[in-house]
Nanobody, 128 residues
Framework: QLQLAESGGGLVQAGGPLRPTCAGS????????IAWFRQAPGKEREAIST?????????SYADSVKGRFTVSRDNAKKKAYLQMNDLKPEDAGEYYC????????????????????WGQGTRVNVSS
C-alpha cells in the first residue's frame, strides 16, 4: 500500500522559493496521480495542483498559484515536487500531497474518495 511523506517546508521571506517534496513508499508511485493541497490556519483545505500519473504530462493549478508554482514528478525516485516561487504571506499553511490510482485528478472536482494515500503535511511559513 502506498504511503506518502512530505518534506521541504520551512520559513522563507516573501518573494523567495521553496520546494516541498512528496516521497512515496510501499508501492510504485508511477501508477498514481498526485494532488497537492494546502490549509491555512482557520481556513478550509484548498486543492492547488495536480499531476497525472506515469509521465506527468498533464498538470493543473489553482488560480491562486498559477504562474508561481510548478508540479513535477520523478517516478524513478518515487517523488513528486512542488516548486513554489515568489511566495507570498498568504501562501503560508500546511501543505499536503495525496495520491490515487487513476490517470489524473480534476482540480475543479477532486474525487476525495479516490485519494487513498495522504502525507502528514509540511509547514510553510512566509514572512513579509
Amino acid at each position: 500500500q502506498l504511503q506518502l511523506a512530505e518534506s521541504g517546508g520551512g520559513l522563507v521571506q516573501a518573494g523567495g522559493p521553496l520546494r516541498p517534496t512528496c516521497a512515496g513508499s510501499g508501492s510504485t508511485l508511477n501508477n498514481y496521480a498526485i494532488a497537492w493541497f494546502r490549509q491555512a490556519p482557520g481556513k478550509e483545505r484548498e486543492a492547488i495542483s495536480t499531476i497525472s500519473r506515469r509521465d506527468g504530462k498533464v498538470t493543473s493549478y489553482a488560480d491562486s498559484v498559477k504562474g508561481r508554482f510548478t508540479v513535477s514528478r520523478d517516478n524513478a525516485k518515487k517523488k513528486a515536487y512542488l516548486q513554489m516561487n515568489d511566495l507570498k504571506p498568504e501562501d503560508a499553511g500546511e501543505y499536503y500531497c495525496a495520491a490515487g490510482p487513476r490517470t489524473r485528478f480534476s482540480l475543479e472536482k477532486i474525487e476525495y474518495k479516490l485519494l487513498g494515500a495522504w502525507g502528514q503535511g509540511t509547514r510553510v511559513n512566509v514572512s513579509s
